[in-house]
């Protein structure tokens, strides 16, 4: 008999933790509620409600507050602990969901998923292609990873940890327990609100993209093959209109095609060419639809030492992978920022935190796009376009086939996952 408690992690959520406290002791008659370092009263609201409080002093993140939150409940003998937003967005009349499957799985998720089409365009395209990532990280298809909707078993957490020092901890948790062979159930739960759109005004200029009807389409450079070609397949099965780039590889770029169904369309592309992309941009607006994505992930790598490294390919690695991101970017952000929505997701790689001998080049430059990703966000956030970066771990693709052994240890050596489980494949 599984024993359960409920865990809230929670930041300046005064307004909110008060109900779901509430209402999650109707259901589960133990409640701790992890406050992150609120700047307002959630503790206090929390208590009121009759939920037992843990409070970390600083801000430390929602992986730190779960964390902290397996640790005490687990050392209490509780055997499965319920984890749910302090936001309203879960709703704790859907707990029983989750323990419905608790005898058959070692991690439950609420799933989203059939409510997808309920969401905003832009954060329905984020959880798609987030979902599709970690997807291939895990090597089984996952519907609906970033649900903070769960069921968590003790020896889960036992043979997986919880790695709270990584924002993504939630995902990577189920990555490793997919590669340790551990049962994960997924099982579709009711929201109380969908990603936060029943606070919108009418009269916001993103009123369309939160109705969740769009006829846009997203632009994946270097969708020919690997990564790229699963992301187009990914988002031509969530019934986006997809362009794709590719620079040679004809034949290759026709099967994505032919495989999509007439949703998928090739472009060629040369991210050496600087104009290039503000026309590739205006043709698919013009012959597809208004591009409400951006997928940067076309990119090259060059092996030498760095003492070895002549300055052509230095400077290829560089201008394709971090000025070619730079170009596409900055085609398509005036039509985004004048409708007011948008996504660009920048795929970037282990190698920019780990570093490999051999890599210089490719390392600084992915490295260099974290860094043009978090400028870019603070410069057109504000007007409804949100961009982000993915860190794939190690996929074996076309472009890594040839990776020495030694190279291949050293990316992996950053992935959360343990020791000796195999790598995802696009």
């Known amino acids: 008999m599984i024993r359960i408690a409920a865990a809230i992690p929670a930041y300046d959520a005064a307004p909110s933790v008060g109900s779901v406290v509430g209402r999650t002791l109707a259901i589960v008659p ?15 609201a929390a208590r009121t409600a009759g939920g037992e409080v843990h409070v970390l002093p600083v801000n430390r993140g929602k992986g730190a507050a779960l964390r902290a939150a397996f640790q005490i409940l687990f050392s209490r003998g509780f055997t499965g602990v319920v984890t749910l937003d302090a936001d309203g967005q879960h709703l ?42 970690i997807s291939l990280a895990a090597g089984r298809s996952i519907s609906d990873v970033q649900t903070g909707f769960r069921l968590y078993t003790r020896g889960l957490i036992e043979r997986t940890g919880f790695p709270e020092a990584r924002f993504e901890a939630e995902s990577a ?14 099982t579709p739960v009711r929201l ?48 986006w ?54 997928v940067n992930n076309a990119g090259v790598r060059r092996e030498a030492l760095l003492a070895m490294t002549p300055d052509r390919d230095w400077d290829e690695v560089m201008d394709v992978n971090l000025g070619g991101a730079f170009r596409c970017c900055r085609a398509v952000l005036p039509q985004m920022m004048h409708r007011r929505r948008g996504a660009i997701v920048n795929i970037s790689s282990l190698s920019a935190v780990s570093g490999v001998a051999g890599q210089t080049a490719y390392a600084a430059s992915k490295a260099a796009l974290l860094g043009l990703t978090r400028a870019l966000a603070r ?17 074996p693709t076309e472009m890594t086939a040839a990776l020495p052994e030694e190279a291949v240890r050293a990316l992996r050596s950053h992935e959360c996952l343990p020791l000796g489980t195999s790598a995802g494949r696009p």
């Open 192 to 239: 109380g609100q969908a990603d936060g759109r029943a606070n919108r005004l009418r009269g916001d200029p993103r009123a369309s993209l939160e109705s969740g009807m769009s006829n846009g389409s997203v632009l994946v450079t270097g969708g020919s093959r690997g990564i790229g070609r699963a992301t187009v397949s990914a988002l031509v099965a969530d019934g």
């Open 30 to 44: 133990n409640v701790l509620v992890v406050d992150d370092g609120s700047r307002d009263d959630t503790a206090e």
């Open 92 to 133: 704790p009349e859907e707990i029983p969901r989750l323990l419905a499957a608790a005898p058959e799985a070692d991690l439950i998720l609420g799933t989203r998923d059939h409510l997808f089409a309920e969401m905003s365009v832009v954060r329905r395209f984020s959880n798609r292609l987030s979902s599709r990532a």
């Open 241 to 294: 209109t997809v362009a794709f780039t590719y620079r040679s590889d004809e034949a290759a770029a026709r099967d994505v095609e032919a495989a999509s169904g007439g949703r998928a369309h090739a472009f060629v592309l040369d991210l050496l060419d600087r104009e290039q992309p503000r026309r590739l941009v205006t043709e698919i607006e013009k012959s597809l639809a208004p591009l409400e994505g951006l």
């Open 379 to 395: 410069e057109v956030g504000r007007r409804g376009v949100r961009v982000n970066t993915v860190l794939p771990g190690f996929v």
């Open 173 to 186: 948790v189920v990555v490793r327990a997919v590669r340790l062979g551990l049962r994960v159930a997924t």
